[in-house]
């Protein structure tokens, strides 16, 4: 069923006075190299309650999933999003610790693809602007933040720093796509704390959809979603693929995902997905005023 709230309720948790950060100076590191060195033993954190607030906003969670009002977003929101970019734009990432950088990666590939397609306005075509990891659309390749004085793209953040700096195959169901077939928005913002227990329970949210992992018989049915990052979070190894996969069957069921069974690949749906408001009267504030609070704390 669709949601009825009326758009008020969308917004009316954001002002320009829940924006609790300020953007701290441009980190002056010679990046990318600085993506790869971290603080082991740091205590340092990035703000992210504008993340949820924006969110929170701007969504209405429906069937287990995060919907976006992107033409409310268009109209309303875009200097929300561009004061938060400017603050990511500045953090200094080599000073973190690991946990907090692949947080911070995610969320800020996330923030990044909502504020791009808000951007839009009306989107259409975006199979094509999409495109997938081995062939990314133009909408992917184009720059949209500078860290540590390197331009990074969407594509530039998956490929280039999260997938090669993480072992870790559940980074995928923390990528937000934008379209039906691909994981949910995150309402709640990834942190250095949580990233590890939140990753392992997007991915058994996923894998727990039967048009994304389903046995039946002598069949493993899945989603090509697992395709699209095959090379990238696989290394191109079906048999690492399915014992990732079998870790979110049933006991009874591991046999067949791991070995035995046929693979019978679905193709995902690239369907654009939002939440469509009747109006676009929100609680969102003109003001240019910046907010006080930061990073570090």
Known sequence: MPHTRPPQWLFAALAVSALGFAAPAMAQADAPASFITYDADSQLVVETAPYEEIISALS?????????????????????????????????????????????????????????????????????????????????????????????SLQDIEQNILFAGWDDPNIIYGLYQGMKGGPTLPRQPFTGANIEAELAEAGRLFNNEPRNLRVRNNTVRLSTYFDWYLSLAFAGDEQALRAHLAGFAKPEQQPLVMTDGKLDRRNLSTDFEQYRTRQANTGFSSSGSRPTGGFGS
């Open 60 to 152: 209405v969670p429906e069937n287990g999933r995060t919907l976006i009002a992107y033409d409310v977003a268009h109209d309303s929101a875009l200097p929300f999003f561009a004061q938060y970019v400017d603050y990511l734009s500045g953090i200094p990432v080599e000073r973190l610790n690991r946990d907090e950088q692949l947080a911070f990666w995610l969320n800020t590939r996330n923030i990044l693809l909502v504020q791009g397609l808000a951007e839009q306005g009306r989107v259409r075509g975006f199979k094509k602007k999409r495109g997938t990891p081995s062939a990314p659309g133009r909408f992917w390749t184009e720059t949209r933040i500078t860290v540590s004085g390197t331009a990074l």
